[in-house]
C-alpha cells in the first residue's frame, strides 16, 4: 500500500490509479451524487507510484512556483517568510531579541501580507512594549502554576528541601515562541527549564494584558 509520507512536496509523480464507485454513494447515502463537493464525485484510489520526479513542463513550472520562497522584510527589518505546507495561512520569523532566539509567526485567515497587517501590528505592539508584557505573562504563570509545581517537586525522589518560589519559577521560564493572530490576542510558548517535567509552557493571553489559559504541552 502505498503510505503519504513517500510523496515529498514539489515533486511531480505519475501514478497508478482506479476509479472509486460506487464509494462515493456508499460514504454519503443520504445526498444526493449532483449535490456532493466536486472532490468527492471525481475522486479516485491511489494504486501506485509508476515515476517519481516525472518529466512534465506544466506541472514542474506549478512546483517551481509553490517552491519559490515568499519574504517580506518589516519595518524592524524582520524578515517573514510565508509557509505553504499548511495553505499559506502562516508568515513566519526567526530573530534575535536580548540575546535570545524567538521563532514568531503570524496567523490570520489571509494569504497574503497585507491581510496580516493587523497581526503585524500586534506583534510590534507586544515588543514596543515588551518588558511589560514579558513581566506581566511570567507573573500569571507564577500565580496559576505554582501548586503544580509544588506537587511535581514532592514526586520525585528526593524533594528539594525548599520548594521553588514564584520569583525562582519566573526566572527560570523563557520565551522562545510567539504566534499573533491580528485580533489582540497572542499564544506565547515558553522552556520550563525542568520544572515540569521538561514541557513546555503554552499561554493565551491579550495585549491589554489579560490572559485567557495556560497549559502544559509536550
Excluded at 464509494?23 to 466536486?38: G, K, S, V
Excluded at 523563557?174 to 491580528?182: A, K
Aim: a negative charge; one cysteine or more.
Amino acid at each position: 500500500m502505498v503510505k503519504l509520507r513517500e510523496f515529498e512536496a514539489g515533486h511531480t509523480y505519475r501514478l497508478r490509479v482506479r476509479r472509486r464507485k460506487p464509494a462515493t454513494a456508499e460514504a454519503f447515502p443520504h445526498i444526493e451524487p449532483e449535490r456532493l463537493p466536486e472532490i468527492f464525485r471525481h475522486s479516485f484510489m491511489l494504486v501506485d507510484i509508476l515515476e517519481r520526479n516525472a518529466a512534465h513542463f506544466e506541472l514542474n513550472r506549478i512546483a517551481a512556483e509553490y517552491l519559490r520562497p515568499v519574504t517580506y522584510t518589516d519595518t524592524r527589518g524582520w524578515m517573514w517568510m510565508l509557509d505553504k505546507k499548511y495553505g499559506g495561512r502562516h508568515f513566519f520569523a526567526t530573530i534575535q531579541w536580548q540575546g535570545e532566539e524567538l521563532n514568531l509567526s503570524l496567523h490570520t485567515n489571509g494569504n497574503t501580507l497585507s491581510e496580516h497587517n493587523s497581526a503585524l501590528r500586534d506583534c510590534h505592539s507586544f515588543f514596543d512594549n515588551y518588558e511589560q508584557h514579558i513581566g506581566s505573562l511570567k507573573e500569571y504563570i507564577a500565580q496559576e502554576m505554582l501548586s503544580t509545581a509544588h506537587e511535581i517537586e514532592l514526586q520525585q525522589d528526593e524533594p528539594p528541601v525548599e520548594p521553588i518560589t514564584a520569583t525562582e519559577l519566573k526566572r527560570r521560564v523563557s520565551l522562545f515562541s510567539l504566534n499573533f493572530y491580528g485580533n489582540g490576542k497572542f499564544r506565547a510558548t515558553l522552556s520550563d527549564d525542568g520544572i515540569f517535567w521538561h514541557h513546555i509552557i503554552d499561554v493565551d493571553g491579550n495585549l491589554d494584558g489579560s490572559y485567557d489559559e495556560v497549559e502544559l504541552d509536550g
